[in-house]
T-cell receptor, first 105, second 114 residues
């Protein structure tokens, strides 16, 4: 069993839809990292959070440390949001398998 | 601009040959990491280094070797002992290890066997 589980594995949405990606973890971590991997393979850090909620543009990340659960929300999705989204324990050792998001115009 | 540079972007290896993947950072970060990514799997840690001249094995270190002679450089050698080396390799760095330290990633090297 992977220490970090993401759902769904694949997600297709129409442009403009509200999207939610979930992450549950079974290990004790002090903070969680949300990453975005582009089709070419490069990875960009989106958020690091240890409690509550963070917002950046159309992206919102929430975390509940007690329940060991985090969510990434994308409002008003756009085709340029198409990528793989990865959650990871911020100790750099635990990674989810990623959620592949495709936003259709 | 500060960042991480991995080279080459694509690499081909013959059977029985060692190859070295380059990773350089100019972020003045102490910690550096190597990960392997296979289709449908999460990133898996190969090696990490918390400081110059020190490195630790990750979950899948067999068949790989590293060195950390300079703060800015953390090359990964894929040896002939690695029986399934075809994968996407990512290098990352952070100010330090432990929780709460955001990572910066390179663009990756895709290794294939001829």
């Amino acid at each position: 069993k992977n220490e970090v589980e993401q759902s769904p594995q694949n997600l297709t949405a129409q442009e403009g839809e509200f999207i939610t990606i979930n992450c549950s973890y079974s290990v004790g971590i002090s903070a969680l990292h949300w990453l975005q991997q582009h089709p070419g393979g490069g990875i960009v850090s989106l958020f690091m959070l240890s409690s509550g909620k963070k917002k950046h543009g159309r992206l919102i990340a929430t975390i509940n440390i007690q329940e060991k659960h985090s969510s990434l929300h994308i409002t008003a999705s756009h085709p340029r949001d198409s990528a793989v989204y990865i959650c990871a324990g911020a100790d750099q050792f635990y990674f989810g398998t990623g959620t592949s998001l495709t936003v259709i115009p | 601009d500060g960042g991480i540079t991995q080279s080459p972007k694509y690499l081909f290896r013959k059977e029985g040959q060692n190859v070295t993947l380059s990773c350089e950072q100019n972020l003045n970060h102490d910690a550096m990491y190597w990960y392997r990514q296979d289709p449908g799997q999460g990133l898996r840690l190969i090696y990490y280094s918390q400081i110059v001249n020190d490195f630790q094995k990750g979950d899948i270190a067999e068949g790989y070797s590293v060195s950390r002679e300079k703060k800015e450089s953390f090359p990964l050698t894929v040896t002939s002992a690695q029986k399934n080396p075809t994968a996407f390799y990512l290098c990352a760095s952070s100010i330090g290890t432990g929780g709460g330290q955001p990572q910066h990633f390179g663009d990756g090297t895709r290794l294939s066997i001829l």
